[in-house]
């Protein structure tokens, strides 16, 4: 597994995703950002849409962060 970090902009959100996200549990893990650091990647697919960390990819631009740490993984289509 290959983590990489990258332009927080070239992450899109995934537009189906069933989840719907509080701004409460966008501000928990932007305080945990700021607490513990940036310590967990998003897993984006090829094209740079989140699979897993949506939550995280809002607390990161809530944050101002330029970059995130992603690991892109193939999945079948």
Do not use: C
């Amino acid at each position: 597994m290959k983590i990489e970090e990258i332009d927080i902009n070239l992450i899109k959100p995934y537009k189906n995703n069933p989840r719907e996200i509080s701004q409460e549990a966008v501000n928990k893990v932007a305080q945990s950002i700021k607490e513990f650091g940036n310590n967990q990647p998003i897993v984006v697919d090829n094209e740079n849409v989140i699979v897993v960390g949506h939550t995280r990819w809002k607390a990161l631009k809530q944050l101002g962060k330029a970059k995130a740490f992603v690991v892109k993984k193939d999945f079948p289509k």
